[in-house]
């Protein structure tokens, strides 16, 4: 027992050394462990607010594709009649002076 003891005595600095190391691995690891959970949380968290925006963006183009579609059935109904006037009225027989 005395021998270890003397052992522990003359290489303290190395033993001391040793566990400020293992307590530096320690602390790393923990570092490493806290940031990749604080990670994935942030990942999570904008996949589920991302999915909630895309759909919204989503539907607002819907929307407008709707109000584009019913403007252009409402022109392509004002261009056939305009058309119609038009072309009847060339196939009215000129008056005669």
Do not use: C
Request: hydrophobic share 45%; no cysteine.
């Amino acid at each position: 027992m005395t021998e270890v003891r003397s052992w522990f005595r003359q290489n303290s600095t190395l033993i001391y050394f040793l566990i400020a190391q293992f307590i530096a691995i320690g602390a790393g690891a923990a570092s490493v462990l806290a940031y990749m959970v604080k990670l994935e949380t942030r990942v999570m968290t904008m996949e589920t607010r991302g999915a909630e925006y895309t759909i919204d963006r989503m539907n607002k183009f819907d929307q407008r594709v709707t109000v584009l579609e019913t403007m252009i059935k409402k022109n392509e109904t004002s261009i056939d009649r305009i058309v119609d006037v038009m072309t009847r009225e060339l196939n009215k027989p000129a008056p005669k002076p």
